[in-house]
């Protein structure tokens, strides 16, 4: 018997090109906003932003903002302080207030 060659072997990790606007577009919905108010905030439209993230949406393989941003993170592409606002994790290091002392004493 003899061996087939199919070929070059694919790498076993795939390369993203992901764009600094992309990224940018997905990070805002990680943060929980909708595609409107990343493209206010981004200073785009809205098509631009949908644009954006679909083309995201196929070099990830993912089908919901939801799904990129999992995948996004187990990929690397992006991080939970990157999705934190600083606020968040300035807030998180405090430690919570006391019992209150219901007799005032």
Known sequence: MTAVDYGP???AVPRYSVTRRQREALLWIARGRTAQQAGRRMGISLNTVNSLLAGLYRKLGASTGPHAVALAMARGLI???????PHARHSAL???PGPRNPTGA
């Open 94 to 96: 405090q430690s919570p």
């Open 9 to 11: 072997r694919r790498p």
């Open 79 to 85: 991080a939970p302080a990157d999705i934190e606002p």
